[in-house]
């Protein structure tokens, strides 16, 4: 259980300085450090884009012609369900980084994303389930978009489950990670469900070449999705922090850091 | 002397099946769960034909999938425990195509048995001669990428303890694309409709399965082996 900061240091390439960033990521000590400073700027700018998205979708934003006020939920919905996919992007790459390059602080941010996607997932499907009740007049649809949706959420925790049944780290790291990357071929599956197959969930209305809603509904939605994604990196600081603290408990940098503060 | 990569699967594949006629028991045993579980059905619900015949071509996709499933308990048992997995991540042969051998072999001895029972299931819960084919059809190209991704989770979790439990939350969700493509491909038979673009599926998530999946099962295998 040693620190890995000198491999890292003596692996860096003699040609260039290109990778050295890649290389002083990989070091533990100083991803910890630096998660450190970064979280409160994503945290505070997070809750401040929150709170003028939140402001501007439910105060500013007209009600919609025809869902009235209920249209709302997606300053919740939307970027929840993007986020959960996202999510296990990061995830999955992170778990590829992890594989490929050996990278033990790519495994730890990986088994960090698990929970908080599941999270998200969660969130997703409750709020689809309030909007579904007056919209759909059902709490649950077996539609596709939902239906995959709910596989996300049990990728996540056959992800979760399949990491604690390992008792060595590495082991359970090189694992889940396998799985995290075959597993992304259900990413594509969510977001194209609603085109794919004619489906009860309503289709994008934002694409790459414009929005079918108006910009004074469509701003809110997307400081809500920035703030999300600035939330997710600041709780990832967090559990990234936490990863290295339980993977380098027995690391002499830690007693240093320690013997400071 | 190395053999070739078509010799070693001809190997392999060989070994297998010598040893599979040598336990003829355990090879029938999810044959037999198969059609168990789709007698389950009638005494649940109705035995009425109208009725089940609605439900035919997902109850028979749902049994060969937990099948599949039960059946996989076996792919790599074995071997890992008299060590002969060991011996082959250590042989220089390309560990990839051993797997892909050994997940062929189980797929001819658990997956082509249901694929040819599934019509005679079929018809007994009301299903029209019409569909059989494209019921054999959906299965055979269906239950071989069953086969492999249920070799890439049983690689992860041969060596994990009571991985049985584990092996199916890790796996049914990845196999749930195949089950929508195979089960709408025997309903669109049965009214009679085109079924091109289904099966066409099936057989493209079929070919995306065999050409990835092998370095998974063979990461995931070296990962089980070490201890």
Not at chain 1, 7 to 28: E, I, M, Q
Not at chain 1, 55 to 62: E, F, I, V
Request: charged content about 10%; overall charge positive; glycine content about 6%.
């Amino acid at each position: 259980m040693s620190s890995n900061t000198e491999s890292s240091v003596l692996n860096a390439p003699k040609a260039g300085t290109r990778w050295l960033w890649f290389h002083k990521l990989s070091s533990p000590p100083y991803a910890y450090r630096t998660s450190g400073v970064l979280r409160p700027w994503f945290l505070w700018s997070a809750v401040i884009l929150l709170l003028v998205g939140t402001y501007g979708g439910l105060l500013l934003a007209p009600p919609d012609y025809q869902q009235k006020d209920s249209f709302r939920i997606i300053y919740v919905h939307v970027p929840s369900a993007s986020m959960s996919l996202m999510v296990y992007v990061v995830m999955a790459v992170a778990s590829a980084v992890g594989l490929i390059w050996r990278m033990k602080l790519a495994h730890a941010l990986a088994a960090g994303c698990a929970a908080v996607g599941a999270w998200f997932s969660v969130l997703a499907l409750f709020t689809g389930a309030f909007w579904g009740r007056p919209m759909w007049g059902t709490w649950w649809a077996w539609d596709p978009r939902v239906t995959s949706e709910l596989i996300q959420l049990f990728l996540y925790l056959g992800f979760i489950a399949l990491r604690s049944s390992f008792e060595d780290t590495q082991r359970a790291d090189r694992a889940s990670a396998i799985l995290a990357i075959v597993g992304v071929v259900n990413v594509p599956v969510v977001k194209y469900s609603v085109i794919w197959w004619n489906s009860l969930h309503q289709g994008p209305s934002i694409t790459l070449t414009g929005a079918s809603i108006d910009s004074s509904m469509l701003w809110p939605l997307f400081v809500m999705l920035l703030a999300y994604a600035l939330f997710f990196a600041a709780v990832m600081c967090d559990r990234l922090r936490v990863e290295i603290l339980k993977r380098e408990r027995n690391a002499s940098w830690l007693a240093d850091i320690g013997a400071k503060t | 002397m190395q053999p070739g990569m078509l010799q070693l699967l001809g190997l392999i594949v060989g070994r297998d099946l010598r040893l599979a006629m040598r336990h003829w028991d355990q090879v029938i045993q999810p044959l037999l769960f198969f059609v168990i579980i789709t007698t389950l059905f009638p005494l649940a619900i109705s035995p009425a034909l109208d009725e089940l015949r609605r439900i035919a071509p997902g109850v028979v996709w749902v049994a060969a999938m937990l099948a599949a499933l039960l059946a996989l308990e076996s792919l790599f048992r074995p071997d890992i425990e008299d060590g002969t997995m060991e011996q082959w991540t250590l042989s220089g042969q390309p560990l990839s195509v051993m797997l892909l051998a050994k997940t062929a072999t189980h797929w001819l001895l658990s997956g082509l048995p249901i694929v040819l029972m599934a019509p005679l299931v079929g018809s007994a819960m009301g299903m029209p001669p019409s569909a059989w084919g494209v019921t054999a059809l959906s299965l055979a190209l269906g239950t071989a990428s069953l086969s492999v991704l249920g070799a890439i989770g049983a690689a992860l979790t041969v060596s994990v303890r009571r991985g049985s439990v584990l092996l199916a939350l890790l796996v049914l969700p990845l196999e749930m694309p195949v089950l929508i493509f195979g089960a709408r491909a025997v309903d669109l038979a049965m009214h009679g409709e085109a079924v091109a673009g289904p099966l066409n599926l099936l057989a493209a998530l079929l070919l995306l399965f065999i050409s990835l999946g092998p370095f998974a099962m063979a990461a995931a295998m070296r990962i089980s082996v070490e201890t």
